[in-house]
């Protein structure tokens, strides 16, 4: 590939504790379809006790384009700030450790924002590699409108300029316009930040060409934890940018409150609240199993017993989440008034 007019890209990866997937991701990049010389490498860490630090060392003497950025206490908004600031690039990939990039990633992804002076982000679609029954039950959970009401995660496969991507592949120069991740924003960085270059008239480019590879969480709690950490991170977002708020954000939440203000009227009014909290739980059940029926006849019926698990976990873990996230507006100005 001759280097002519390519530009330096900058690849940020924030880290923590990834010891079992750093040195892949590392090397993912390292083989990229890019020149070697004009790739940098920047690993900021949040305080990694896991071997994650000496892995990343040992491959920085090998390669001098990778650098080790980042201290304690440093999340992931936080981390990509460090890196930007950090960065030499007029490109800048974000990254996770938790997985690895398609080797010709960087290169498409420039490619695309060059084609067009409004493109300041470009990503595709999250390609995971599940291993296991609960990894790929909660993965087709995930890429169901049922599960997530669209998205992301449901677009299919054709190119098109969306409101966000997850592991995008930014002109360098947006953040001197829209500002830097909002680093109170452990969860939901990527959606902020690339609201506000959309709202800022510039356009965020999808195509299932980039691929970012990502390994699943393995077990049905950490699905759950992550959606609870999605859903409190979304209520931040949707109060920081009161336009950003869609019906979707809300039906998870709204189904956990009726389901729980039935169950407890139900003790003050039992013959009328009981039959409410029956028909919105066998309601949510028949809905539940018939899209689990509907994916399973496509995909195989050993999902069916565990996709309903799946959307559950999903479901009450971004409604609960989604709750204790306004639960958090709510505290502090109770605090405030004592």
Known sequence: MANDNLPLVSVVIPTRNEAHFIEDALTKILENDYPSDLIEILVVDGGSNDGTIDIVKSMAAEHPNIRLLGGPGVNCPAGMNIGIQNSKGEIVCKVDAHGYI?????KLGVDHIRSDKDIKCAGGPIRAMPKGLVEESSVLARCSVFGVGGGINTIGEEPQFVDTVQCGIYEKKVFDAVGLFDESMQFGEDEEINWRIIKAGYKIYCTPEIK???YPRKSFRAFYRQYFNYGRARVKVCRKHRNFLRIKHVIPSAFVLSLLASAILAFFVHDLFIWVFVAIVGLYLLASLF????????SGWRYFAALPISFACLHFGYGLGFLRGILDLVMPKRKAAR
């Not at 398609?102 to 960087?106: G, H």
């Open 291 to 298: 899209v689990s029926a509907s994916i399973s006849a496509r």
């Open 212 to 214: 970012f590879h990502y």
């Open 102 to 106: 398609d080797r010709r990633f960087i």
